[in-house]
């Protein structure tokens, strides 16, 4: 497929397509599609009862993570090698000797995606996400978030010139219904998740906005084009030397514990990295731990947690698969081990969101369990800053 360039009259974007982009691939029944919108995830699955997200597929990946000087800096790995931008990815590998040895690890890193531009991680799935609401001349996005994605898909919106609606529960921490005010989008409350994907559901099906977020009940990850973004996550780590042991990524729906599990795959299939590190998803309270000890995937998981960022009561087959082709597992960590990860974090320098900081606690598990040895490295992803937590880890 030739690269297709075209300019937004709305917002004078130029995007251009990755001509390595070929289809869609379903994650479980390994069914391939054209390359199309389709944010339920794969057809065939849905019908089935056995919903699945879906990837992107490429006709042929790099060799080498040399980079072009223009565009995306790994445009050839992902959807989009031009498209809207503001800054976003570059975030770095952080060496944290002191917690290492505390420890007792050989090496402990952490990837501080707060960095990014609005703050958090999110802002590498809504860069390839608009991107793609651009190339199909979508003039709305809408998505269901009450945190990070919110405000990232708004900044990215209103660089692209697009209209941002975001379904939210009515309780959505102060700061964010802020930013999403000052960056022009329009907000609903809901008092349930149920509703909000309701919504989502009839302004796609029959008004034609374009989805961020999946709406589908029971859930698959978010539409294929933003969760690939995620990918260059991994790239940037093994760019950099960074090449770690074990991952922990604080995990909802697994968009972000995807990502990097795909863009760790393929960087093993083309012979750059020699071993796939083993994942664990960190949650604040038992929902895929309760799978991978045999309860149905589909399954309603409910808990409350102050760690919004990771909060819901659903488990998407994503995330399962990331940690058992990997070789890692779940971990559940408390709102009161959160915080002392945060807090151990932030005497380190790191102020980051209350979820970010189970990943420490969740480490301090493993190892104590002996999932992870003390000759190994592990890596830390933290995904957002700490500014907009309610939970005061100090109190």
């Avoid at 042991?245 to 990502?259: I, M, N, S």
Wanted: charged share 20%.
């Amino acid at each position: 497929m030739n690269s297709l360039v075209s300019e937004s009259p709305a917002a004078s974007h130029t995007v251009t397509r990755n001509p390595r982009l070929s289809g869609l691939h379903c994650i479980h029944c390994a069914r391939e599609y054209s390359l199309q919108d389709l944010p339920a995830g794969c057809p065939h699955c849905a019908a089935a009862g056995t919903p699945a997200s879906l990837e992107a597929v490429y006709a042929e990946l790099p060799k080498t993570l040399k980079t072009a000087s223009t565009g995306y800096k790994w445009g050839a790995w992902l959807p989009y090698s031009r498209g809207v931008s503001l800054g976003e990815g570059g975030t770095p590998c952080l060496d944290l000797p002191r917690l290492a040895r505390t420890l007792g690890l050989r090496q402990l890193s952490a990837k501080h995606e707060g960095i990014n531009p609005t703050g958090s991680h999110k802002d590498r799935m809504s860069a390839q996400a608009v991107s793609r609401a651009l190339d199909v001349g979508a003039q709305t996005v809408v998505l269901a978030s009450s945190g990070n994605a919110a405000v990232s898909a708004a900044a990215y919106c209103a660089a692209a010139g697009l209209a941002c609606e975001v379904a939210t529960y009515h309780d959505m921490p102060e700061p964010f219904a802020r930013a999403l005010q000052r960056l022009g989008a329009r907000r609903l409350t809901f008092d349930r998740g149920f509703g909000r994907w309701e919504h989502l559901r009839r302004r796609v099906e029959q008004d034609g906005a374009f989805a961020l977020t999946n709406y589908s009940v029971p859930a698959v990850g978010s539409p294929a084009f933003g969760v690939e973004g995620y990918r260059a996550v991994a790239l940037e780590c093994v760019a950099e030397g960074c090449i770690p042991d074990h991952v922990l990524v604080p995990t909802a729906r697994g968009d972000l514990l995807w990502g990097v599990y795909s863009g760790l795959r393929d960087l093993l299939q083309a012979g750059l990295i020699a071993r796939m590190p083993r994942l664990w998803a960190v949650e604040p309270f038992p929902r895929l731990a309760r799978v991978l000890g045999g309860e149905p995937l589909q399954a309603d998981f409910a808990g409350q947690t102050a760690q919004f960022s990771t909060g819901g009561s659903t488990v998407t087959l994503q995330q399962a698969l990331a940690v058992q082709r990997s070789g890692g597992g779940a971990v559940v960590v408390d709102d009161a081990g959160a915080a002392e990860g945060s807090a151990r974090l932030a005497a380190q320098g790191l102020w980051v969101e209350l979820c970010a900081g189970a990943c420490l606690s969740a480490l301090a598990q493993l190892r104590a369990r002996g999932e992870i040895a003390p000759s190994e490295h592990a890596l830390l992803l933290l995904t957002a800053k700490g500014d907009r937590d309610t939970f005061d880890i100090f109190s």
